[in-house]
């Protein structure tokens, strides 16, 4: 099987063989734990107005700061990289984009974006990211109407096959998410789909989150409270590992 001349190597032996991302676990879709690593790797999702951008800079500063002390990298997906920037301009505002198109960008936003993650949770350190897979299932898989399937499969391959060790769900009801987005002032294409767009694109995240690694948070608690929430939520995975 041809793989990747650019994709991660396995850390436990160096080459591409099967035990790791670049290899041909990833390759027939199946998830490889970013516990193959010393590092941490964090996701916060939710739909729009979910207060994620909010809370990925407050996680990363009480992480860095006692009790943990920890090295962490803030990210986010689209845009974590300087050609995910470049993706992230196309996919939010290019009009007239199809969405089979939007989701192939998403998707090589990713694929760039997972290879400037992975030498850091080789390194140890934590990776906080605004979004990763689980939207792109929500938003192109059942927004869109893809196919969360098919979806899934694509984000994984596009992952190298590595899914977050926690992810943090927002939860906000659509109309109260969709306000805070209106009140920002500036609203991407997507945020300007209807409303049931957004309530499948809820739904579809709920569904995920009754995975395991998956914790809610209500995003309609106070910012502070969501604070704390989320903290503990990352907090007892890292007493886990």
Known sequence: MTRDVDSPRCSECGG????????DMAARGEPVRA????G???????????????????????????????DV??????????????IREMVLGEVGLSVRAEALLFAAD???????????????????SDRHAGSQIAYQGA???????????????ASYGVVPDVTVLLDVPVKVGLKRARGRGVMSRIDK????FHE???????????????????????????AALVEAAVAARLEAV
Do not use: N
Request: aromatic share 6%.
């Open 16 to 23: 591409r063989c099967g035990h790791g991302p670049g290899c």
């Open 35 to 38: 516990r193959l690593w010393p």
């Open 40 to 70: 941490l790797f964090v996701v916060l999702e939710g739909g729009e107005g979910s207060g994620k951008s909010t809370q990925v800079p407050r996680l990363a500063a009480a992480l860095r700061e006692a009790p943990y002390r920890r």
């Open 73 to 86: 990298m803030e990210t986010r997906e689209p845009g974590g990289t300087g050609t995910g920037a470049r």
């Open 110 to 128: 990713r694929a760039q974006h997972m290879m400037s993650v992975v030498p850091f949770l080789e390194r140890g350190w934590v990776v906080v």
């Open 143 to 157: 927004g869109r109407e893809l196919g969360e399937e098919w979806i899934r499969r694509l984000s994984l391959w």
């Open 193 to 196: 789909l209807d409303a049931a």
């Open 200 to 226: 499948r694109v809820r739904e579809s995240l709920l569904r995920q989150a009754q995975a395991p690694g998956w914790v809610v948070v209500p995003g309609t608690a106070g910012e502070d409270e969501v």
